[in-house]
């Protein structure tokens, strides 16, 4: 039986590429809502009976009663369904499209520390404190495998650049 070595730098970037996939998808899946008029309302009731029923406490998130406000959740929707689609496309190649998980890991943090302030400030529901925690998750591991992929990449790097030794026969 022939035991194969598994390459770890290939490893890894499938692991990034499972999370970069992930985080897509969890943005997609929780903004879809957000962009329709008909449905974030009861978007909104949803995340409510979630957040009464883990007894997460904070005030009831209510929809908008004027035009713009509503819009600009609908426009919210629709950025963060788009971020989400451009975070799959990094995941089909992640060492060449880093910025944009590097830039996405940055929005995540600044938006869980954006909910900070208003769970302080406006005692929202803490259900989107979960979420904002999922998200700094997801920006710790893009920061790990950004890391650990180039940390790997140097060491291959510096393995392929070692002398070796050839014997001459005679």
């Not at 990094?90 to 208003?118: E, H």
């Amino acid at each position: 039986m022939e035991i194969i070595k598994l390459n770890p730098l290939r490893n890894t970037v499938n692991q990034f590429k499972a999370l970069l996939l992930f985080s897509g998808i969890f943005n997609i899946v929780l903004a879809t809502p957000l962009i329709f008029p008909f449905l974030y309302k009861q978007y909104f009731q949803l995340l409510w009976h979630i957040n009464v029923l883990l007894s997460l406490g904070g005030n009831q998130p209510l929809p908008p009663t004027e035009g713009i406000n509503a819009l600009l959740i609908n426009t919210a929707g629709i950025d963060l369904v788009l971020i989400g689609v451009i975070v799959i496309y990094a995941s089909l190649d992640p060492i060449n499209r880093k910025f944009i998980p590097i830039v996405n890991a940055f929005g995540r943090i600044l938006f869980a520390s954006i909910i900070i302030y208003y769970c302080i400030a406006y005692d929202i529901a803490r259900i989107v404190l979960v979420i904002g925690v999922i998200d700094v998750v997801i920006s710790l591991g893009f920061c790990y495998y950004l890391l650990k992929i180039k940390q790997l990449a140097k060491s291959l790097s510096n393995q392929s650049l070692q002398p070796t030794s050839l014997t001459l026969g005679g």
